[in-house]
């Protein structure tokens, strides 16, 4: 019963590197979203996905590219990192339906030089 | 878009002291209400959501909140805190039928033993 798994744990990149950061549920949830949360910031959504195929932007987007091939995954991808998307990312799954709560990954923090 | 708003970032308390943490959110429509804790070092825990039915909801640790429809607050209680409650603390509202979560800018408490 796995969850919301995402990986790495950390991750240190210099400025200019890619990375994909990487989301897998095992639980059949439609919705599946990103998050970075920074000191005093909370958390903010950059991008959502409500199902395969289907992804749309959140409130921080620039710089960070998604695709949903399948449900179960949502890959975040970092073309070219830079020292302002150091930070915790979450990746959140839930149902589409009325009454519904999100389910977390354990994060990954992410470091850029 | 909704937004979430969360007064006193920072919170210190003596054990035993009680605690209550400010939520308001701006959203017309009906919507699901969340509370998230986050230990030192570790992801976000769910500590209680409301989804309907009794304003009062019961959570986790000992914690309550109650939601005031008439007030767009979701204010979080615990009665007599300890020093393991030392955390940072989220409201989340996600709109009915919505699924996208929005968080407060959260509530850093330390409790001093």
């Known amino acids: 019963n796995a969850g919301v798994t995402q990986t790495p744990k950390f991750q240190v990149l210099k400025t200019g590197q890619s990375m994909t950061l990487q989301c897998a549920q095992d639980m059949n949830h439609e919705y599946m979203s990103w998050y970075r949360q920074d000191p005093g910031m909370g958390l903010r959504l950059i991008h959502y996905s409500v199902g395969a195929g289907i992804t749309d932007q959140g409130e921080v987007p620039n710089g960070y590219n998604v695709s949903r091939s399948t449900t179960e995954d949502f890959p975040l991808r970092l073309l070219s990192a830079a020292p302002s998307q150091t930070s915790v990312y979450f990746c959140a799954s839930s149902p589409l339906s009325g009454n519904t709560e999100a389910f977390f990954g354990q994060g990954t923090r992410l470091t850029v030089v | 878009a909704q937004s979430v708003s969360q007064h006193n970032h920072h919170v210190i308390l003596s054990e035993a002291a009680s605690l209550e943490l400010g939520c308001n959110y701006s959203?017309?429509?009906?919507?699901?209400l969340f509370w998230y804790v986050q230990y030192p070092g570790q992801h976000l825990q769910l500590l209680l959501k409301?989804?309907?039915?009794?304003?009062l909801v019961k959570g986790i640790k000992g914690f309550e909140a109650e939601f005031i429809k008439s007030k767009f607050s979701f204010n979080l209680r615990k009665p007599s805190v300890q020093w393991s409650d030392t955390a940072e603390y989220f409201c989340?509202?996600?709109?009915?039928?919505?699924?996208?979560?929005?968080f407060g800018k959260g509530n850093q408490v330390v409790v001093i033993p």
């Open positions: 959203y017309g429509g009906t919507v699901n």
């Open positions: 409301y989804f309907s039915g009794d304003p």
């Open positions: 989340a509202v996600m709109p009915y039928g919505n699924n996208r979560l929005a």
